[in-house]
């Protein structure tokens, strides 16, 4: 590397730097190529400044996945269907799922190292018939997964925070708009840091990581040291069927969904992967360490929780709203303790939305190098979402059901489309396996595609890919139930009425106006096509 590019990656002269420094930055430059390269044979040119370094993007992923806290705040949901049994065994069920849905989803990200991510990865191995218009739905799809999360995160912030004013004044009456007030407070803060404070978005995530670990073992110590004990029989052998379901099996099924919104969002990593160096690599292992380090916190604090439960009605009935808050006040029997272990997982969930705008939000304004436009526009669609809490009772079941549907959909689409093209012999082939140089890029070449640096080989990655498929479709379709059997108007589950509105408007609209302008995923170079 000469001095030009010494200077272009540092700003100080070749001549000034060790030599250490030097194979570094030669590294570096070397990465940033192939980065380019990468970009180029998708079809893309490289925009964004590749700002997250290997540390902070694992604190991203973990942050946005914010698993424990996920638990905690969904605790009722599990604990009405299923019991504290119930929450153990569906906990395991959707960490092991995730799992291996994320285990797929690293294979593409490895192929195809793209912040479109699944709208781009569907167009890429659908066939030629259907690929525009599955990818046209599955961009959609995504928006609205993304847009809801960010309703989530401004929900539950204010939920809980409303919830530790009902522990601290009992005497006064807080209502559900003053929780959704402070819910759009916490989604305006998130877009003035996504926008203003941008370039210090990688250092403050490395920074929320300390905050999501140490927050973690805070809770988890005094809750286990300070609380009651169960036996194991009392909790292993305690199960709930609170909504009356026909069976413990379906009533189970309906109390999964809680713990499968503490792993929705693990591709958030992979709509930064232009700003990733290494992005091949680094996103495939980012996904799968932060699934595990989130997964063992997740599983910690679902044991300690319930064998910490004490009275289960009292706790389940608490007048905050939220079970875990009721645990360690039982467990501290201190109002301003309580407050503190329960503001970090506020904290931790305002951290979680900054993710979640930056996530939904990577178009970017050619003069600032910042995502504002895109950045504002999320935030108004997840705001408009947040309007839904004042008319409904029901309204976090209602956001979580669209949540999950919209991610597990694009799953979905994405894993059955690489089982169809990795069962189909030459289409995906090693980079070892090409005999010229020039074809080291990820289309290799008319038809042909190249599997990443990442990737489950042989029959085990069809097994692995087949269990990721059929994950997916148990979520999303228990994702629209009600929690009892026989809800009230008022109590019904409409997410299916929502999801199923935007799908046929996205369909009609291609039909009207999408099939003769959408082109698939823009190309904005001279690249082989994928699959053409």
Not at 72 to 78: H, M, N, V
């Amino acid at each position: 590397m000469n001095d030009d590019h010494a200077m272009e990656f540092t700003g100080i002269p070749a001549k000034a730097q060790n030599g250490n420094h030097i194979e570094e930055l030669e590294r570096a430059y070397e990465s940033h190529v192939r980065d380019g390269q990468t970009l180029a044979r998708l079809g893309k040119k490289p925009v964004l400044k590749r700002n997250f370094g290997v540390l902070a993007i694992l604190a991203f992923s973990c942050t946005v996945l914010v698993t424990w806290e996920g638990v905690l705040e969904l605790f009722t949901t599990g604990l009405e269907n299923g019991g504290p049994a119930g929450l153990f065994w569906s906990y395991i069920v959707t960490w092991f799922g995730t799992l291996s849905v994320f285990i797929t989803i690293c294979e593409l990200a490895s192929m195809a190292p793209i912040a479109s991510g699944q709208y781009y990865w569907v167009s890429m191995l659908a066939p030629p018939s259907c690929r525009k218009f599955l990818s046209y739905l599955t961009g959609w799809m995504t928006a609205l997964a993304w847009q809801t999360t960010i309703t989530s995160a401004g929900f539950l912030s204010g939920g809980i925070i409303k919830g530790l004013l009902v522990l601290n004044h009992p005497d006064q009456t807080f209502h559900q708009w003053q929780a959704t007030l402070i819910g759009y407070a916490v989604i305006v803060v998130a877009v003035f840091i996504n926008t203003v404070g941008s370039s210090y978005l990688p250092g403050i995530e490395s920074c929320i990581l300390m905050v999501h670990i140490l927050g973690f073992f805070a809770i988890l110590i005094v809750v286990a040291y300070m609380g009651p004990h169960s036996s194991a029989k009392d909790v292993f052998d305690n199960w709930s069927n609170g909504g009356d379901w026909p069976s413990q099996g379906t009533s189970f099924m309906v109390g999964l969904i809680g713990n499968a919104f503490a792993f929705a969002g693990a591709d958030a990593a992979v709509h930064m992967a232009e700003e990733i160096p290494n992005a091949a690599i680094v996103i495939p292992r980012t996904i799968v360490g932060s699934m595990l380090l989130n997964g063992v916190m997740g599983l910690g604090i679902t044991v300690v929780m319930i064998f910490s439960l004490g009275d289960v009605d009292a706790i389940t009935n608490t007048p905050t709203g939220y079970p875990f808050i009721g645990v360690i006040y039982q467990a501290t029997n201190s109002a301003a303790a309580t407050t503190v272990l329960s503001s970090l997982v506020v904290l931790s969930v305002f951290f979680c939305c900054l993710g979640f705008v930056a996530t939904s939000s990577r178009m970017i304004d050619p003069r600032s190098q910042v995502p504002i436009n895109t950045v504002l526009v999320t935030t108004v669609i997840g705001a408009l979402i947040l309007l839904i809490s004042f008319g409904s009772t029901l309204a976090l079941n209602i956001i979580l059901s669209i949540t999950i549907f919209g991610f597990y959909f694009t799953y979905f689409l994405s894993c059955a489309l690489l089982l169809w093209r990795r069962c189909q012999k030459g289409v995906i082939v090693t980079k070892q396996a090409l005999d010229s140089e020039e074809q080291t890029g990820y289309v290799a070449s008319e038809g042909q595609l190249i599997w990443g640096p990442w990737r489950v080989p042989g029959v085990l990655g069809i097994c692995n890919n087949l269990l990721a498929c059929a994950y997916c479709v148990v979520i999303a379709f228990f994702s629209f139930w009600p929690a009892t059997v026989k809800p009230e108007l008022a109590d019904m589950n409409w997410s299916c009425v929502i999801v199923v509105a935007a799908l046929i408007f996205s369909a009609v609209y291609y039909a009207i106006w999408g099939r003769f302008h959408y082109r698939g995923p823009i190309v904005e170079t001279n690249a082989h096509g994928a699959l053409s």
